[in-house]
Nanobody
Framework: QVQLVESGGGLVQPGGSLRLSCAASERTLSRYAMGWFRQAPGKEREFVAAITRNARGTRYADSVKGRFSISRDNAKNTVNLQMSSLKPEDTAVYYC????????????????????WGQGTQVTVSS
């Protein structure tokens, strides 16, 4: 069972940037497709970005496309989310998630596809 720990959240002004990191306890993170989700108060958890096991494919929610970038380093067992041009509506708790899959090129954007979750990190965009 893989454990995921997010870091890098905080308070940032509109237009600013943050880099979230997700560290995995398992040394074979390459077995998992990875994703980032977020949940704002009073709203359902929503998809943000996903990356394939081999890092050759990525997918983004329309609301973050062109502003966010997901990456992974399987050797270091980490997944990152670089966020730029942040907006107040990006304020949420951000969760890292892992999906067990045998498909190296598989990419998944439904929360139900993911079987491991981190505890979340708060991102607040406000002046």
């Amino acid at each position: 069972q893989v454990q995921l720990v997010e870091s890098g959240g905080g308070l940032v002004q509109p237009g600013g940037s943050l880099r979230l990191s997700c560290a995995a306890s398992e040394r074979t993170l390459s077995r998992y497709a990875m994703g980032w989700f977020r949940q704002a108060p009073g709203k359902e958890r929503e998809f943000v970005a996903a990356i394939t096991r081999n890092a050759r494919g990525t997918r983004y929610a329309d609301s973050v496309k062109g502003r966010f970038s997901i990456s992974r380093d399987n050797a270091k067992n980490t997944v990152n989310l670089q966020m730029s041009s942040l907006k107040p509506e990006d304020t949420a708790v951000y969760y890292c998630a892992a999906c067990t899959t045998n498909v190296e090129s598989g990419i998944y954007w439904g929360p139900e596809d993911y079987n491991y979750w981190g505890q979340g990190t708060q991102v607040t965009v406000s002046s």
